[in-house]
T-cell receptor
């Protein structure tokens, strides 16, 4: 059974600061996705990665993926209150029956 | 384009009553997922369908829960009888079946069982 750990569980910072959250798997994954969930809404897909060592950027968000395909990080530059939400990572071992979910990082950006 | 549609958005019911949650996936998607989310347990996959066929229901907590997908555009999750511990937000998500399951989530149904 693949285990997935996200850290930190909770993070509260001031607007304008930088932050990094992590997603670590006990096993190699085929693909990894980061989602953001705002209060009262469903998770929204931010990015998908399948290649070890890959770096993807989405405006102020930078996603890095470990060479060994067992871990990932999400770095936010100059955080804004609109970045507030639950950040979830979901990994797949190669099929929907291999989907594994982290418990997420609850991020609060204070103005 | 319409996203995943769920109804109702909120449901309050008494213990012992039957609850039916509904989901309309994105047109063209052939995989559908039902999730439950609570603060304590996070997001849990209950069941998923490929091409209207249930593939894995190992996440369904017990026999009180059942899910159906009679056609490609509609699915239901039923709880009978409901219990207070079933209180949670239930999400439906759909995707196009493949190696990478990029899921599109609905807005969720917040269920409260008193």
């Amino acid at each position: 059974t693949q285990l997935l750990e996200q850290s930190p569980q909770f993070l509260s910072i001031q607007e304008g600061e930088n932050l990094t959250v992590y997603c670590n798997s006990s096993s190699v994954f085929s693909s990894l996705q980061w989602y953001r969930q705002e209060p009262g809404e469903g998770p929204v897909l931010l990015v998908t990665v399948v290649t070890g060592g890959e770096v993807k950027k989405l405006k102020r968000l930078t996603f890095q993926f470990g060479d060994a395909r067992k871990d990932s990080s999400l770095h936010i530059t100059a955080a804004q209150p609109g970045d507030t939400g639950l950040y979830l990572c979901i990994v797949s071992g190669g099929g929907a029956d291999g989907l594994t979910f982290g418990k997420g990082t609850h991020l609060i950006i204070q103005p | 384009d319409a996203g995943v549609i769920q109804s109702p958005r909120h449901e309050v019911t008494e213990m012992g009553q039957e609850v039916t949650l509904r989901c309309k996936p994105i047109s063209g998607h052939n995989s559908l997922f039902w999730y439950r989310q609570t603060m304590m347990r996070g997001l849990e996959l209950l069941i998923y369908f490929n091409n209207n066929v249930p593939i894995d229901d190992s996440g369904m907590p017990e026999d009180r829960f059942s899910a159906k997908m009679p056609n490609a555009s509609f699915s239901t999750l039923k709880i009978q009888p409901s219990e207070p511990r079933d209180s949670a937000v239930y999400f439906c998500a759909s995707s196009f079946q493949g190696i990478i399951y990029e899921q599109y989530f609905g807005p969720g149904t917040r269920l409260t069982v008193t």
